[in-house]
């Protein structure tokens, strides 16, 4: 079975074939997909580092789905993933690469994100894939467990106004695209937070208010009269 070169771990072509096939739909899933009547609305930045030359076609993907509990690695993990709420996904280049998803949540305590990537290189002649995973705010996963279980489950139970949440992408296997750089195996960060009230809601807001000013003001006047 042939192997590919990695600076970190070493995996088996059919294994990336598996992580490569899990994470298929997190790739190619639409660019967003916005619910009716939704509730929430989040931005997703992506911060990718730049890269040597020898680091081509990078890409990237998420998913945000809810689950009654964080069963990442459990044998339950695929059947207690609820459907995908909203999802993502395309081509990353240097710099910061924003999404923005419409949800019909009313909290989220049970709602999760995860997020992998990858990016293509050569060595001596031969084509080789490293992959990333977003890391939770909380701490690393192993590496071999975000190989095995797929990238980590993502809690946004303590995402509110004013207090968004960020970690690391970090390479799991492969090549290190940041050797030599303050930061080895991150190939970026990612940052969620609540997105603010779109115009066309602060307006409706002030005109419910202005209309409930307008009732009281004529209450008042009939009584003075």
Not at 54 to 66: K, P, R, T, Y
Not at 120 to 144: K, L, Q
Request: proline residues 6%.
């Amino acid at each position: 079975m042939w192997l590919f070169e990695t600076g970190k771990n070493c995996y088996g072509l059919s294994g990336f074939r598996i992580f490569f096939l899990s994470s298929f739909f997190f790739l190619f899933f639409p660019l967003s997909v916005v619910h009716a009547t939704p509730n929430q609305r989040i931005n997703l930045t992506l911060t990718y580092y730049s890269t040597p030359s020898w680091v081509q076609d990078s890409s990237i993907g998420f998913n945000l789905f809810e689950s009654t509990g964080n069963s990442w690695g459990s044998p339950s993990q695929w059947q207690d993933m609820g459907p995908s709420l909203a999802g993502g996904g395309g081509a990353l280049l240097a710099g910061n690469t924003k999404y923005s998803a419409s949800l019909s949540v009313n909290s989220f305590s049970n709602l999760f994100l995860t997020m992998n990537g990858s990016f293509v290189g050569t060595s001596a002649g031969e084509p080789y894939i490293s992959n990333f995973v977003a890391e939770p705010p909380t701490g690393r996963v192993s590496d071999a467990d975000a190989w095995i279980y797929g990238p980590p489950w993502i809690s946004l139970n303590n995402l509110a106004p004013g207090h968004d949440l960020s970690g690391d992408l970090v390479i799991i296997n492969g090549y290190d695209s940041q050797a030599d750089t303050s930061h080895p195996w991150v190939a970026g960060t990612w940052n969620v937070a609540i997105a603010a009230p779109e115009p066309a809601s602060l307006l409706l807001v002030g005109t419910g208010l202005a209309g409930f000013a307008l009732v009281a003001w004529r209450r008042g006047a009939r009584k003075r009269i």
